[in-house]
């Protein structure tokens, strides 16, 4: 089965530059959240997306934007790196039935090192 | 805001049963969902409770009480594969769906 991807696995940046991640959600699903995971943390969520809507919004910096698209993959760029900004990134998607079994599927991850 | 308490650490011997709880505080609360994670890998879901009472599938089952704003996730038959971090998460509906997850237990299984 299909499961929701992310690409890059792995990224070396250093402070100052910019970073794109991306995220292939589960065919028709139609929510794609994305959360930050320091070592030994638990993830923190960022943002997420309905329907290609921005549908809330969490700790996400200023200097963080995502967007969705009309397939439904996910962006997350991320600009003016920092240190702190090293973490493992992951992307997840559900269906947005209310109430029901609300299992959220997760990426592997995009692990981010800024140096 | 909303929060999530669960301890931080559990420790069993393989065969065993152990009981990890979570309280949480939240608004536009939809239900309460229960993930593993081992190191370095993605959460996996393991259960979710929209209403009150027990979930039971194999050898986990997790229990919600809304009234009192608490859950459990109950691991039998204890493995050693199953030492791993185990987060609750609170999926609310605040003006928009989304998934908050309380700062895990990591359950070391001894043999």
């Known amino acids: 089965a299909a499961g929701v991807i992310q690409s890059p696995r792995h990224l070396i940046k250093e402070k100052r530059e910019t970073a794109t991640l991306k995220c292939y959600p589960i065919p028709r699903h139609d929510t794609v959240y994305w959360y930050q995971q320091g070592p030994g943390q638990d993830p923190q969520f960022l943002i997420s997306f309905y329907e290609k809507m921005q549908s809330d919004k969490g700790s996400i910096p200023d200097r963080f934007s995502a967007q969705q698209f009309s397939d439904y993959h996910s962006e997350l760029n991320m600009s003016s790196l920092e240190l702190g900004d090293s973490a493992l990134y992951f992307c997840?998607?559900?269906?947005?039935?209310?109430?029901?079994?609300?299992?959220?599927?997760f990426g592997q991850g995009t692990r981010l090192t800024v140096v | 805001g909303q929060s999530l308490e669960q301890p931080s650490e559990v420790t069993a011997v393989e065969g065993a049963i152990v009981q990890i709880n979570c309280t949480y505080q939240t608004s536009g609360f939809y239900g309460l969902s229960w993930y593993q994670q081992h190191d370095g890998g993605a959460p996996t879901f393991l259960s979710y409770?929209?209403?009150?009472g027990l979930e039971e599938t194999g050898r986990f089952s997790s229990f919600l009480s809304r009234s009192d704003s608490y859950g459990y996730l109950l691991l039998q038959e204890l493995q050693m594969k199953d030492s791993a971090s185990y987060f609750c998460?609170?999926?609310?509906?605040?003006?928009?769906?989304?998934?908050?997850f309380g700062a895990g237990t990591r359950l070391f299984v001894k043999a």
């Open positions: 998460a609170v999926r609310s509906d605040t003006g928009g769906f989304k998934t908050i």
């Open positions: 409770n929209a209403l009150d």
């Open positions: 997840a998607s559900s269906l947005a039935d209310r109430g029901q079994r609300a299992e959220a599927f």
